[in-house]
Structure formats: structure tokens, C-alpha cells
């Protein structure tokens, strides 16, 4: 029977260009900062600070971000949310002052804050578990993709105009997307008016069954499991960000092109970083919850070729390629990774638990651009990358030895729980 396809065609594809333009804003300041750093007369450590203050704002509105998404409606922190990080990013284009653009970046973080807990509570309501890493997958190849985009076209708009009309024109998308959103968007199957009954009834009947829907606030603090998500998460996004907001500035160091170049060749790793998250996506949905080794491995990868680059010196192909190896194993587990934390969670506890552990995990984002600058003694940023890749090996551990020996919430068919855990990773 066909059921429709409106959560992939609509809702799904609303995230995924919610979630692009998020991470284009986020991060275009990487591609900004080597002209930035001239214009403002910036160290290396200042340069890490302008980089991480995002993260300052970013990591106070998780938990209650998702809590309030959960309590209320998704849909209208997400519409909000969108409206304040787009007039933010446009104004990053008119502080006059070093001070005054921290403080815009900082509010664009509190706004974004709530993003991806709202997210997690439409994802719970919107797929069924066999479909939700993909869905999940879908929506978080924004982040490779968006660089891939962002990087070219930032490079060219400043090298056209300059980074001031770089933050303001891609500070128009998110507001747009607040008007999309706010018509053709919806909380849940139940309350969407453009969907087809048989997809409606699709839904209700596939809702998610990974475990009870009781406990509260309190118990996602409670749960250790989810803690040990979290120290995870916070080793990973440690790589993740710094690779990203630093990638354009270690290029420059390594190529003496303009911006223009910088911008393309700053691109190429997150080409094959979004295949590898697709392909990955695809094939943790066709191993049901064992989830464990698809994010394992990616984080191995990535921490390994972030360790192996502090060794080969100034070559920009051997560089290129390490790099590009690198991206693949940082972005190639979130579509797995987030659906194996939510199976670990009631549906009521989705956008806290999710909140959570993106709060805790984006201090990563805060410490791991400041301790690049920091270690890049005499400028040379490849002595922090290193450091990077250990954090990555630290979480890969982990995941095999800690998390993987979890055991995920199942429900028997009357819909009462089993002990909490019964079926094993």
C-alpha cells in the first residue's frame, strides 16, 4: 500500500535546509578569519576565541531549548530560533568592533542552541525507528554539504565584496526559512494538514516503541547512559568544529592562493565527507539498533588521520589527502549516532536527552578552536590539529568499551516495558 511520502519530501527536507543554512552561518566565520585577522590585528589565540564564542551561546539553550520544544511545540522554537539567528548573522556584517561581533556570535549560538533539540522531538514524531537514521542521516549531511557550499561561495563573496556582505547575505536564508517553515511545517502527523490520511495512519501505527513513555526531566540527568553519550560527543565535536572553522586557515598556511582558491580547496574534504555519511546512514538503518560500530569506526578514522597529519609536515597533497580522510571519518556517524542515543531514551525524554548531550558534547566547540590556537606555536596550525585526533581516539574507546556494552530499552507488543533492558548491543 502506498502511504506517502510527505515526511521525507516535506519535513524532512525542511530540516535538512534548516540545518544547511545553520551551519552556514556557523561556520562561514572560518572562511572570513584569515582577512579578519588583519583587520582586527588577531593572534592565533584571539583567533581561537572569535571562533568558539558561537559555541558560548550555543551550549546554554540545549536542555531547556529541547525541553521547551517538547512541552509546547517544536515548530514554533524552531520558527523562532530561525529569526533571531538570521538578524544576528546579518548584523555580524556591521559590528564595528572585535568586542561587539563576539557579542553577536554569542547571541547567534543561544538561538541556534535550540535547533537541534527541537529537531530530535520532530524526528521522534515525524519516523519510525527502522526510517530514523536515515532521516537523522539526511538531515545531518547538511554539515559536510554546507561546507562544501560555504566555503566557495564565502571565498568568493569576499574576494567580490568582502566578509562584511558575506555575513549579511547569507544571514537572508534563515529568515526566509522561518516563513517556509511556519506554513508548511508541523509538530506531529496528528497536527500537519497537508498530509494524506494513509501516511497519517502509517505513522500512528509505527510510532516509536524503544522504550516507555514515562519519567521526566529529572531521569534524563539520571540516566548514566546518557552522560557517557555526552563525554563521547564532547571528544568528537572537539575535532569536528576546530576541523571545520580552522580548515580554511590551515589551507592559506599551506597554499599561498588567494581567497578565492582557499574557499575551493577548503571544500574538497567534505565531498566525500557527505557520500561516507549517506553510505553509513544506509547501512547502521539496515542493522536495526546494533549501531555501535558505525560510529565507532568513522571516529577511529577520523582520529587517526588527525594524528597522522601533525607528522608529514608542509605538503599540501600529502596534507589534502589526509585531510579529506579525515573529514570521512568525523562526519560519517552522526546519522547512526543520534539514532542510537535515542534508542536509549522514552519519546518524552527525546529533546532533553538530545538537548543534553549536544550541550555537553559543544563545549567541544568552545575548547577545541581555543586549544588549536593555542598550540600553533609560531602560527604553525598543524601542531594543534594532532592533539584533535587524540580526542577522537579517547571517544573511539568509548564507544567500543563503554557504550557499546549498553543495552537498548524494548518494549513487548502489549506495549509494557521489559525490565528496561533485555536486548543487547
Known amino acids: 500500500m502506498n502511504v506517502g511520502r510527505s515526511r521525507w ?27 579578519m585577522v588583519k583587520s582586527y590585528g588577531l593572534t592565533s589565540a584571539s583567533t581561537g576565541v572569535l571562533l568558539s564564542v558561537f559555541f558560548w551561546g550555543y551550549v546554554i539553550t540545549q536542555v531547556p531549548g529541547g525541553w521547551v520544544a517538547e512541552k509546547f511545540s517544536a515548530k514554533r522554537v524552531i520558527i523562532g530560533a530561525l529569526i533571531v539567528w538570521g538578524a544576528m548573522a546579518i548584523l555580524s556584517g556591521l559590528m564595528p568592533t572585535f568586542n561587539s561581533l563576539l557579542t553577536v556570535r554569542f547571541i ?27 532521516a537523522i542521516t539526511f538531515s545531518e549531511m547538511s554539515l559536510p554539504i554546507s561546507s562544501l557550499i560555504m566555503a566557495p561561495l564565502a571565498g568568493w563573496m569576499i574576494h567580490t565584496w ?3 556582505v558575506m555575513f549579511i547575505l547569507q544571514g537572508i536564508p534563515p529568515l526566509i526559512m522561518a516563513v517556509v517553515f511556519g506554513w508548511l511545517g ?9 498530509i ?18 514515562t519519567g521526566s526531566l529529572l531521569d534524563v540527568f539520571a540516566n548514566y547512559r546518557i552522560w557517557v553519550f555526552c563525554i ?3 571528544l568528537w565535536v572537539t575535532g569536528l568544529y576546530s576541523f571545520g572553522l580552522w580548515l580554511p586557515s590551515l589551507v592559506k598556511q599551506l597554499s599561498s592562493s588567494g581567497i578565492e582558491a582557499i574557499g575551493l580547496f577548503s571544500a574538497i574534504p567534505f565531498i566525500l565527507a557527505a557520500l561516507a555519511m549517506f553510505l553509513n546512514g544506509r547501512w547502521s538503518d539496515k542493522h536495526g539498533n546494533n549501531r555501535t560500530w558505525f560510529v565507532a569506526i568513522p571516529l577511529l578514522i577520523g582520529g587517526i588521520a588527525l594524528v597522522v597529519e601533525h607528522f608529514i609536515g608542509f605538503n599540501m597533497t600529502a596534507n589534502m589527502i589526509v585531510l579529506i580522510v579525515a573529514g570521512i571519518g568525523i562526519y560519517a556517524a552522526f546519522g547512526p549516532w543520534w539514532a542510537w542515543c535515542m534508542s536509549f531514551v ?15 558534547g559543544n563545549f567541544g566547540g568552545i575548547v577545541g578552536p581555543i586549544v588549536v590556537g593555542i598550540a600553533a606555536h609560531g602560527k604553525n596550525l598543524i601542531n594543534g590539529f594532532y592533539i584533535l585526533g ?36
Not at 20 to 33: E, H
Not at 186 to 194: E, G, L, M, N, Y
Request: hydrophobic share 45%; proline share 5%.
Open 9 to 35: 519530501y516535506r519535513i524532512c527536507l525542511m530540516l535538512f535546509i534548516m540545518y544547511l543554512v545553520a551551519f552556514v552561518d556557523r561556520s562561514n566565520i572560518g572562511m572570513a578569519a584569515p582577512v
Open 108 to 134: 547567534m549560538g543561544l538561538a541556534e542552541g535550540v535547533i537541534w533539540p527541537a529537531f530530535a522531538v520532530t524526528f521522534v514524531n515525524w519516523f519510525p525507528d527502522e526510517e530514523r537514521g536515515r
Open 162 to 164: 568582502n566578509y562584511h
Open 186 to 194: 508541523s509538530d506531529s502527523p496528528q497536527k500537519d494538514r497537508f
Open 196 to 213: 494524506s490520511e494513509s501516511e497519517r495512519q502509517f505513522l500512528a501505527e509505527h510510532r516509536s516503541t524503544g522504550a516507555k513513555e
Open 232 to 234: 563521547i560527543y564532547f
Open 346 to 360: 522514552p519519546r518524552n525524554q527525546a529533546g532533553p536527552a538530545m538537548g543534553l548531550i549536544n550541550l555537553v
Open 390 to 425: 587524540f580526542a577522537m581516539l579517547l571517544g573511539f574507546l568509548l564507544v567500543v568499551f563503554v557504550a557499546g556494552r549498553f543495552k537498548i530499552p524494548v518494549e513487548k507488543r502489549s506495549g509494557t516495558s521489559v525490565d528496561g533492558e533485555i536486548t543487547t548491543v
